[in-house]
């Protein structure tokens, strides 16, 4: 009988941790919308914009392109035959992020208690990423295309080019720099209802 109890207790407890999970926006190609839906994250894309300089249509266009906002993403497992072996790499959350540049990032920052799976400490952690290709590489961090590719390379491959040999890559590259435009265009439409709070 305990042992019911106790299967009963970690069936509720993953319940009520599953259904507290922000599921992906239900209209991702318009950042007026995300941001109607979800206020929080609009927010935290502010908070990062006043902290990093990253502004909202660059972070939240990388950010569609590597989870499509889904907050437990990773890639896909690999397979040899019908065998699992594991996954190409341990990127996980909204941002993707790599378990060691994310241990960076909470060492850089003092961020210590930050989780992948947590949208304001992911949206912080892009930011402090486009501050440090900006930096370091001196890419603007309005330049989306620029600064996906050095998202997706690391500082040290972009320096590298390792991009240039990579044209699926370059064509990525373009379709966060069209989403960041189109992006940009939307905000410019809503920006000032989202920051009076009429939404």
């Known amino acids: 009988m305990p042992g019911l109890f106790r299967l009963a207790g ?9 259904g507290c999970a922000t599921a992906p926006p239900k209209n991702p190609t318009n950042l007026c919308a995300i941001f109607e839906q979800y206020p ?6 502010e908070d990062t914009r006043q902290k990093w300089g990253a502004p909202a249509h660059v ?25 699992p072996y594991g996954r190409a790499s341990s990127a996980y959350g909204y941002a993707q992020a790599k378990d060691e540049t994310w241990a960076d990032y909470r060492r850089e ?22 501050s440090k290709t900006s930096r370091l590489n001196g890419i603007s961090k309005w330049d989306a295309y620029g600064q996906y590719l050095n998202y997706h390379e690391g500082w040290t491959g972009y320096r590298r080019g390792n991009h240039l040999r990579k044209r699926w890559l370059l064509g ?12 940009a265009e939307q905000y410019w439409g809503c920006k000032d209802e989202l920051n009076s709070g009429w939404f």
């Open 109 to 130: 920052t003092g961020n210590g208690w930050a989780d992948r799976d947590d949208f304001d400490d992911a949206m912080d952690f892009m930011g402090w990423y486009m």
């Open 59 to 83: 972070t939240m266009a990388m950010m569609f392109q590597e989870s499509s906002f889904r907050h437990d993403a990773r890639p896909p497992m690999r397979w040899f035959l019908f065998i």
């Open 172 to 183: 990525v590259s373009r379709k966060v720099e069209s989403r960041a435009k189109r992006y």
């Open 10 to 18: 970690l069936a509720l407890a993953t319940a009520l941790v599953t």
């Open 40 to 45: 929080d994250w609009h927010e935290a894309a």
